[in-house]
């Protein structure tokens, strides 16, 4: 499922990356990879707060849709 509709508060496991590889190298240097445990914080108006290791990312809904978990 695309990040914008997965569970508020569930730890999840990054499946997939539907992305360019420019767009790639842009998760890969903020730590989100295949395989890679994220935590969303929270859901705003399609934007999405995550935890992921020991920060907080903010991903814009264009770019969230694009990471499958």
Same mark, same amino acid.
Do not use: Q, W, Y
């Given at each position: 499922?695309?990040?914008?509709?997965?569970? !508020? =508060?569930?730890? %999840? +496991? $990054?499946?997939?990356?539907?992305?360019d590889?420019?767009?790639?190298?842009?998760? @890969?240097?903020?730590?989100?990879? !295949? =395989?890679?445990? %994220? +935590? $969303?914080?929270?859901?705003?108006?399609?934007?999405?707060?995550?935890?992921?290791? @020991?920060?907080?990312?903010?991903?814009?809904?264009?770019?969230?849709?694009?990471?499958?978990?």
């Amino acid at each position: 499922m695309p990040l914008p509709i997965a569970p !508020v =508060g569930e730890e %999840l +496991t $990054v499946k997939k990356v539907l992305a360019d590889e420019a767009s790639k190298r842009h998760f @890969e240097s903020l730590g989100i990879t !295949v =395989g890679t445990k %994220l +935590t $969303v914080l929270s859901t705003v108006g399609g934007n999405v707060i995550v935890k992921v290791l @020991e920060g907080r990312l903010a991903i814009d809904r264009a770019l969230a849709m694009k990471i499958l978990v």
